[in-house]
């Protein structure tokens, strides 16, 4: 049966901006080109279509494709990233800088990223377009399988916006429960990204009505105490050899 919005897929892809790959569900593309982050959870993620949850362009080539399909698409900016605007070059006094900025130098102004692309006085330009602005994007893909139960997917839009993938889940009685580890409140990644899962939980599933966040801490495992060294008693025959050792000396 043909996909469509609203269904829940697990796919495998590689962004590609000419021949260099600017993302990829593969760890050994990510090593190869050298943009894989140790922190990252490669493998196929779980993705809702029709919820933008990928690149406009790369979800309208899935939806009408079957499970199983594998192929190829070209993006133009408008599916993607939009069109670099000119709007979004900025000039900026190089005194808002920590450091002398230079060229290619990343900075964050008023809450927007952006980087220097020039550098002329006491000012530099910076772009606070995104990145893959203005350009056309390739992506190769496989649709691997249609992802059914409500606890496999809503795993794997944690996944998608956290990159966690060690926090359980359970659905009884209108109310989903996730079992969170220790110390996930210092995840800045999952306090920025929770808001939003639970929007889309309360959107997709009607008949879940709350949604439980329980974290367990449990107490530290007592260390063993070290065994106590105990003399031995001296007995009779214990104090004839210290007199027999005393007397050859």
């Known amino acids: ?39 990252a959870e490669y493998g196929p993620v779980t993705v809702r279509l029709g919820s933008h949850h990928i690149i406009v362009g790369l979800e309208d080539e899935l939806i009408g494709k079957e499970v199983g399909a594998e192929g190829e698409v070209d993006v133009p900016p408008e599916k993607a990233f939009g069109a670099h605007e000119e709007e979004g070059m900025k000039s900026v006094p190089v005194t808002q800088f920590r450091e002398k900025p230079k060229r290619g130098t990343r900075i964050e102004v008023e809450g927007r990223e952006g980087v220097v692309v020039d550098v002329i006085g006491r000012r530099a330009v910076v772009d606070f377009n995104h990145p893959l602005a ?85 107490r530290p495992a007592t260390p063993e105490a070290a065994p106590e060294i105990t003399e031995a008693p001296e007995t009779e025959e214990t104090a004839e050899t210290e007199e027999t050792k005393e007397s050859e000396e």
Do not use: C, H
């Open 1 to 39: 049966m043909a996909l469509q919005e609203g269904d829940f897929i697990r796919l495998r892809y590689t962004g590609r901006v000419g021949e260099d790959i600017f993302d990829t569900t593969d760890e050994e593309n990510a090593k190869e080109e050298g943009i894989y982050n140790p922190r």
């Open 134 to 218: 203005g350009k056309t994007l390739n992506y190769s893909y496989a649709i691997l399988e249609r992802v059914e139960d409500p606890a496999e997917q809503i795993k794997g839009l944690i996944k998608l916006f956290s990159g966690r993938t060690d926090i359980g889940i359970s659905i009884a009685d209108g109310t989903a429960e996730l079992e969170l580890p220790p110390a996930i409140t210092y995840d800045r990644r999952w306090m920025v990204w929770r808001g939003t899962l639970v929007r889309e939980i309360f959107e997709y599933y009607p008949d879940i009505n709350d949604v439980v966040m329980k974290e367990t801490i449990s």
